[in-house]
C-alpha cells in the first residue's frame, strides 16, 4: 500500500470518527432530554450488557479478520481471504444466535438478580434481537479494514447514528415518552434500527466485491484454529475490561442508593453517565 493511500485512509478515519462522535453527542441530548434523568439512567444500566454481548461474539473475530485480510492480500492469496471471512463470520453468527438468545431468556433474571431493576426487561429483550447483525456487521467491517476500503466501515456507523438519532427523535415526538420503561424501550428500537441500517448498508457493500477465481490453500481445519488462535486472547482481553465495566455501571447505582441525600439514585446515575460523562473527551465511544 503506498504513502498517499495511507494518508487518504487515515484522513477519512478520523474525519469519520469525529463526526461519528459529534452525532453521538447530539444524540445523547436528544435522547437525555426525550427520555429524562432517570430514563438514561435505566438506560446507561443495560448498556454494559449489550456492549458485553458485542465483545463475546465479535471483538476479537473482527480485528482477527482485518489483519489475516490484510495479511493474506499481501501475500496474494485471495482465495485464503474468502475462506478466513466466511469462517469468520460463521463463528460470529453461532456465538451472537447463542448470546442474543441468552440475554433474551435470561432478560427477566438479569434485571431483578443483576441489575435489580425489573423495568430492564423488556428493553434487554428488545436490544437482543439486533446482536447478531451487530456481530455480523461489525465482522464484514474488519474485513473492509483488511482491503483498505475504509468508506465502507465509515458509512456505515455514520448511517447507525443518523437512523439512532432519527428514531429517538420520531418516537419523543410522536409518543409520551414521561414512563422511563417505555423511554427506554424507545430508545432500544433506535438501537436496533441503527444495527439493522449499518449491516444491510455494509452487506449490501461485501455483495458487490469481484468473486475471488483463486482457489483457498488453507484448509478449513487450519483456517479455524489460525483465526482462534488469535481470536480467543483478544476476546479474553477485551471481556475482562466489558465485565469490569458493567460491575461498575451495576454496582454505582446500588451504592448512591445507600445515601440519604439522594432520593432518585438511578436519575443521578443518569446524570453522571448521560449527561455529565459525554462532556469528559473522546475516551471510549459515545453508546
Avoid at 469525529?18 to 432517570?38: D, H
Avoid at 444500566?45 to 471483538?59: E, K
Avoid at 455480523?136 to 448511517?159: D, I
Wanted: charged residues 10%; aromatic residues 6%; hydrophobic residues 50%.
Amino acid at each position: 500500500m503506498g504513502k498517499k493511500q495511507i494518508i487518504q485512509g487515515a484522513l477519512l478515519l478520523s474525519a469519520s470518527n469525529l463526526l461519528s462522535r459529534l452525532l453521538g453527542f447530539v444524540y445523547r441530548i436528544t435522547m437525555t432530554k426525550a427520555i429524562g434523568a432517570e430514563g438514561m439512567g435505566l438506560y446507561q444500566l443495560i448498556m454494559p450488557l449489550y456492549a458485553l454481548s458485542w465483545t463475546l461474539t465479535s471483538a476479537g473475530l473482527t480485528t482477527t479478520l482485518s489483519h489475516l485480510t490484510a495479511r493474506e492480500l499481501a501475500l496474494g492469496q485471495k482465495g485464503n481471504v474468502k475462506r478466513i471471512l466466511h469462517l469468520s463470520l460463521l463463528l460470529s453468527l453461532c456465538l451472537s444466535v447463542l448470546v442474543a438468545a441468552g440475554l433474551f431468556f435470561l432478560a427477566p433474571f438479569l434485571s431483578v438478580q443483576l441489575l435489580q431493576d425489573a423495568r430492564a426487561v423488556h428493553p434487554l429483550q428488545i436490544i437482543s434481537c439486533c446482536i447478531p447483525m451487530m456481530a455480523l456487521g461489525s465482522c464484514m467491517r474488519g474485513y473492509f479494514y483488511g482491503l483498505q476500503k475504509h468508506a465502507v466501515p465509515a458509512a456505515s456507523q455514520l448511517l447507525e447514528q443518523l437512523v439512532r438519532l432519527s428514531a429517538i427523535f420520531i418516537l419523543s415526538t410522536a409518543f409520551s415518552l414521561a414512563v422511563p420503561q417505555q423511554a427506554v424501550c424507545a430508545a432500544a428500537v433506535g438501537i436496533v434500527l441503527g444495527e439493522t441500517a449499518s449491516f444491510l448498508l455494509t452487506l449490501l457493500c461485501l455483495k458487490t466485491q469481484p468473486a475471488s477465481p483463486t482457489a483457498a490453500r488453507f484448509s478449513r481445519r487450519h483456517c479455524l484454529s489460525l483465526i482462534l488462535s488469535m481470536a480467543i486472547p483478544l476476546s479474553a482481553t477485551r471481556i475482562f475490561g466489558s465485565l469490569l465495566h458493567t460491575a461498575e455501571n451495576i454496582l454505582i447505582p446500588q451504592r448512591l442508593s445507600l445515601f440519604s441525600q439522594s432520593t432518585n439514585a438511578l436519575a443521578d446515575f443518569g446524570r453522571l453517565t448521560g449527561m455529565a460523562m459525554p462532556l469528559r473527551g473522546a475516551k471510549g465511544k459515545l453508546l
